[in-house]
């Protein structure tokens, strides 16, 4: 199964794909961590690539294919991979296809985990951390007992800046401009199967382990 996974900021799908691969046996890729890890241990794309970020610039798209390209030639990739964060648009994700043609590995489903705009919101602007133990919690879904108090520790829960109302409009501006258009572009191809990710975590689970099973 060779997998893309498509979602907006806090539609679950970090907690899905790691779910799959314990289910699968198949590794999840994340560009994310894929540069992350690239520039601890200085290789030559990762030193392309803090250069870009030492002066404040983007990563251009073909190194980020480079580090991709090179993670799905590793021997854990052959039986399938889910890539998680990477293409982020039209542009990226036709260059991906054409990477994935020459490696002949290319994708089996791109898998849309779709929630209403109104979940996303309370999703994200409604978590809030422990300032001592760091657990979390959501005032909409999961609230503390105890309020504005940790339940485990007693400490001063508190809303983090990336998850204050402005930020998060903004975080999902930019995947309704860019990465929302990706649906699109996997429809055309006939590729794009898409779950609703709202409700228990395990039948959300169970319908996306029907499609993978169904391939």
């Known amino acids: 199964m060779r997998v893309v996974l498509l979602g907006a900021p806090g539609s679950g799908k970090g907690t899905q794909a ?8 198949i590794p999840q890729i994340s560009t994310g961590d894929l540069l992350r890890e690239a520039v601890a241990v200085g290789s030559a794309l990762g030193k392309e690539a803090k250069s870009y970020m030492d002066g404040g610039d983007l990563v251009p798209d073909s190194t980020v294919l480079g580090m991709v390209e090179e993670r799905l030639r590793q021997d854990d990739c052959k039986s399938g991979y889910i890539l998680d964060g990477f293409p982020r648009n039209t542009a990226q ?27 996303l919101m309370k999703r994200l602007t409604g978590r809030r951390t422990c300032k001592s133990c760091e657990q979390m919690y959501n005032v909409y879904f999961t609230p503390s007992q ?42 055309k191809k006939g590729i794009l199967k898409s779950v609703v990710g709202t409700g228990n975590i395990d039948d959300i689970f169970k319908n996306i382990c029907d499609i993978f099973d169904s391939k």
């Open 93 to 119: 994700a036709e260059a991906l296809d054409r990477m994935l043609g020459s490696l002949s590995m290319s994708l089996t489903v791109a898998l849309s985990i779709d929630i209403p705009f109104e979940d």
């Open 18 to 25: 790691k779910r799959l691969v314990a289910k699968y046996g």
């Open 146 to 187: 105890k309020e504005n108090a940790c339940d485990k520790c007693s400490g001063e829960l508190f809303q983090r800046d990336d998850d204050k109302e402005e930020t998060i409009k903004k975080r999902l501006d930019v995947y309704s401009a860019q990465t929302a258009l990706l649906i699109g572009y996997y429809h």
